[in-house]
């Protein structure tokens, strides 16, 4: 079955960064595209970024553009998200996910950034 392992979280200071690992299996990983999304208390989840299937492009949400960088090993069945300038907006559980695959999430990995 498919399984996505997030990792990487924290707790980290303003303008800090983290890099954020998950790691995908029970499917062909370098046919799919893959995304980060994240979600704050009281909030909706929210689309972050996304990568496609060769790791060629990439597209980012508003907040977080010149921020984060999202990459992919296909070798290692891993994608993964770069989070430089951090600032509290960013606190919420990260989570990643196949491209049209919404009923598959893992357990999401907290990202704290104090003030």
């Known amino acids: 079955q498919v399984q996505l392992v997030e990792s990487g979280g924290g707790l980290v200071q303003l303008g800090g960064s983290l890099r954020l690992s998950c790691a995908a299996s029970?499917?062909?990983?370098?046919?799919?595209?893959m995304r980060w999304y994240r979600q704050a208390p009281g909030k909706e989840r929210e689309l972050v970024a996304s990568?496609?299937?060769?790791?060629?492009?990439?597209n980012y949400a508003d907040s977080v553009k010149g921020r984060f960088t999202i990459s992919r090993d296909n070798a290692k069945n891993t994608v993964y998200l770069q989070m430089n300038s951090l600032n509290p907006e960013d606190t919420a559980v990260y989570y990643c996910?196949?491209?049209?695959?919404?009923?598959?999430w893992g357990q999401g990995t907290q990202v704290t950034v104090s003030s």
């Open positions: 996910n196949v491209y049209k695959m919404y009923d598959y």
């Open positions: 029970g499917f062909t990983f370098r046919y799919y595209p």
């Open positions: 990568i496609t299937n060769s790791g060629g492009s990439a």
